[in-house]
């Protein structure tokens, strides 16, 4: 699919806010009882114009070109021809975060699962080091987690999940600040050390934490591996919790890639990496994830995700495809994934990581080929696709 740009000659699906000023950390709990009802995201900016899509549909339900596609040229070194890419020459971008704002021009957090590296990445403009954490990549860990404050409009603070050489951990940070633990002591083991993050209710966070290799942890409700944790932006368990003063809010994960949540909070749905299968679940409070809500025998590698309402996209880090999985009215899972950019066509960017959403019909991705695929010489990459239902995405030519 060919994405044709409006009046800016970037994708206009998300708008950039740069992380300015030195603003100071607020330790205090949240103090308010859970609802999981209202939507967190950062107090709304002015609705950017949206990209047009040149296309019709497909007897597939495909959205294809409305005429013989124009081929993009492929990457020369670090300029991409792609106008839905708006960060190149990245290392396995893991994480991404969305940024709010209403200039012409998208920007997002991206995160170097290897090198530690948190980027701002604007379509149009060079990517800006923010900071760089320091990170122990083995065992599938590093960066692997990135989300905004759920009141980043006032505080610009920024939360990532990341593995150090003793245990995998949540810190915070803002532009000038060095990086603060707030929550240490995650289990970190050989393998399954991959984390995510994202804002949830009443100025909370969900954690995603991974077994680190001991699945008897996931079931351990004193262990804080293979959980879903809520948490205040202190890292203190979450007031209203299924058990007071614990942070566990869901348990029996292995090696989570992704959180997501619908607009209203109302779904929350988490990734994850089996030993025998992949597995998207549906996350409910107290709840043991036993029972997926669909399972992947074939093991794609499942990454970050979005709710759009009527379906889910997940990224997969191994397939290198776009999982569409159909959402009924009561939020389950409608009927069998159909694999999307994935590199037919003349579509797909190869491996995905982190997936953040802009809204309800884009989403800001990461790319990981350099961590495994065949990476061409732009990679690795930060993409803006699209989410609506039927739709094949960005143009993307690998």
């Known amino acids: 699919m060919r994405i044709r740009w409006g009046r800016a000659p970037w994708l206009v699906a998300a708008c950039g806010v740069v992380l300015a000023g030195c603003a100071s950390f607020d330790d205090r709990a949240s103090g308010q009882t859970f609802e999981p009802a209202p939507d967190l995201t950062a107090p709304a900016a002015p609705q950017p114009e949206l990209p047009e899509l040149d296309g019709n549909s ?28 708006i960060a190149t020459c990245l290392d396995t971008v893991a994480a991404v975060a969305a940024l709010p704002g209403s200039d012409a021009a998208p920007a997002a957090l991206a995160g170097e699962r290897k090198s530690g590296r948190v980027l701002q990445v604007t379509g149009g403009a060079a990517a800006t080091e923010l900071i760089k954490l320091s990170v122990d990549a083995s065992g599938d860990g590093g960066l692997t987690g990135l989300a905004l404050s759920p009141s980043y409009a006032e505080d610009q603070l920024v939360f990532a999940y990341i593995t150090t050489p003793t245990d ?169 994934p159909k694999a999307m950019m994935d590199g037919k066509n003349g579509t797909g960017y190869g491996r995905y990581g982190g997936m953040d959403p802009v809204n309800t019909q884009y989403a800001v991705v990461g790319t990981v080929n350099k961590d495994g695929g065949t990476p061409v010489s732009s990679d690795d990459r930060v993409v803006i696709i699209q989410l609506q239902p039927n739709s094949g995405g960005g143009n993307g030519k690998d």
């Open 58 to 85: 497909g007897g597939d339900g495909t959205t294809r070109p409305s005429a013989p596609q124009t081929s993009v040229p492929p990457p020369q070194g670090c300029t991409d021809f792609d106008k839905a890419v």
């Open 168 to 336: 995998n951990r949540v810190v915070r940070f803002t532009k000038g600040q060095q990086a603060k633990p707030i929550l240490t002591g995650i289990p970190k083991g050989p393998t399954d050390n991959r984390g995510a993050i994202t804002a949830f209710g009443n100025g909370t966070l969900l954690v995603a934490t991974g077994d680190a290799g001991n699945p008897a942890a996931a079931a351990d409700p004193n262990s804080l591996a293979g959980k879903v944790l809520r948490i205040d932006t202190a890292g203190n368990a979450a007031t209203g919790n299924p058990t007071a003063g614990s942070r566990v809010f869901a348990s029996g994960l292995h090696s989570p890639g992704g959180l997501c949540k619908s607009a209203d909070a109302g779904r929350v749905w988490v990734t994850d990496e089996g030993a025998t299968a992949d597995a998207l679940y549906r996350v409910n409070a107290g709840t043991s994830l036993a029972a997926p809500a669909w399972s992947w025998p074939d093991r794609p590698g499942l990454a970050g995700c979005a709710d759009t309402g009527e379906s889910l996209m997940i990224a997969t880090s191994v397939a290198g495809n776009m999982q569409q999985v159909p959402i009924t009215l009561d939020g389950s899972v409608g009927g069998q």
